[in-house]
């Protein structure tokens, strides 16, 4: 395994859509050796989740994983999860206002609006068929990973761009209200 480049704001790859794998191409060792070094790739830069896009490929697969991350210490874990093909069903009308960051925009965040609770179809690795029940930032995690194999960065869905901040200034002046306005979804997590 071995850990990719990930690519950054301005690189075209970010902005493509990821195209979807037949089971054969999900099969294929090269992808599978893909998503090993996703994983590895995740892991190492202490991402929440990381999307094929992010490491030049444009192939339909996001991985997410979330275990006492110090980049987002309030965030709930998430076992790891695979999603190739995942599509987004929003599962009611509300929306949470979370503050995002990403690997691709180095230090910067900003407040963006995603449903609250969604499922997400998918296949794991193995092709088969999956699906799962998201609420909160866990749900705001997936949305922000399939938003990037469609082309679309957090930035893009900033509502007020006067919520960007560098990592610094967010934990100085926007940690606090940040979280007393989504503890009702950060059980479990660390503050
Ligand atoms: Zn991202």
Not at 158 to 167: A, I, K, M, N, Y
Not at 183 to 188: E, I, K, N, R, S
Request: aromatic share 4%; charged share 30%; proline share 7%.
């Amino acid at each position: 395994m071995s850990v990719l480049e990930i690519r950054r704001v301005g690189d075209p790859v970010l902005r493509e859509r990821a195209h979807a794998l037949s089971p054969d191409e999900l099969a294929d060792p090269e992808v599978q050796r893909l998503i090993d070094d996703m994983i590895e790739t995740m892991r190492a830069a202490g991402g929440a989740g990381l999307a094929a896009n992010q490491v030049g490929s444009l192939r339909r697969i996001a991985v997410v994983e979330v275990s006492h991350n110090p980049r987002y210490p309030y965030k709930p874990p998430i076992p790891l999860t695979v999603i190739v093909n995942p599509r987004i069903e929003p599962l009611d009308d509300e929306e949470l206002l979370i503050n995002e960051g990403c690997l691709s925009v180095p230090d910067l965040r900003g407040d963006v609006p995603r449903r609250l609770t969604v499922r997400v179809h998918h296949l794991d690795r193995e092709g088969r068929r999956q699906t799962l029940t998201a609420r909160g930032l866990t749900a705001g995690t997936f949305q922000h990973e399939v938003d990037h194999l469609d082309g679309v960065l957090f930035l893009d869905r900033v509502r007020d761009p006067r919520s960007f901040s560098t990592w610094a200034e967010f934990e100085r002046h926007g940690r606090q209200a940040f979280l007393r306005r989504v503890a009702p979804y950060t059980a479990g997590a660390a503050e």
